[in-house]
């Protein structure tokens, strides 16, 4: 089973950027979509982006396409989040996800492996 850890969270000003890290452990990394997930103070979680093994296809959510990019290195078992023209709605905690099954990347039901988490707040 492979394990999750998120970094790469702080404070950063309205309209800046923050990069977000993924690293996992086990040697079938490959083999997982991953998905990054938020969740705001008294809100539910919500899908903010997801990434194919391969790295061919990527997914997001309307609200962050054309800020945020998602990325993988399958030979360093990390998948990055470029999170840029931050706005101050968008402070949560970033939780990245995986599963083996391909499809609904937006459904967090569907991920079987979960992060700890990692803070980001956007200051206005």
């Known amino acids: 089973q492979v394990q999750l850890e998120e970094s790469g969270g702080g404070l950063v000003q309205a309209g800046g950027s923050l990069r977000l890290s993924c690293a996992a452990s086990g040697r079938t990394f490959s083999s997982y979509v991953v998905g990054w997930f938020r969740q705001a103070p008294g809100k539910q979680r919500e899908f903010v982006a997801a990434i194919s093994r391969s790295a061919d296809s990527t997914y997001y959510a309307d609200s962050v396409k054309g800020r945020f990019t998602i990325s993988r290195d399958n030979a360093k078992n990390t998948v990055d989040l470029q999170m840029n023209s931050l706005k101050p709605e968008e402070t949560a905690v970033y939780y990245c996800?995986?599963?083996?099954?391909?499809?609904?990347?937006?459904?967090?039901?569907?991920?079987?492996?979960w992060g700890q988490g990692t803070q980001v707040t956007v200051s206005s």
């Open positions: 996800a995986a599963k083996v099954w391909s499809g609904s990347y937006s459904l967090e039901g569907t991920y079987s492996r």
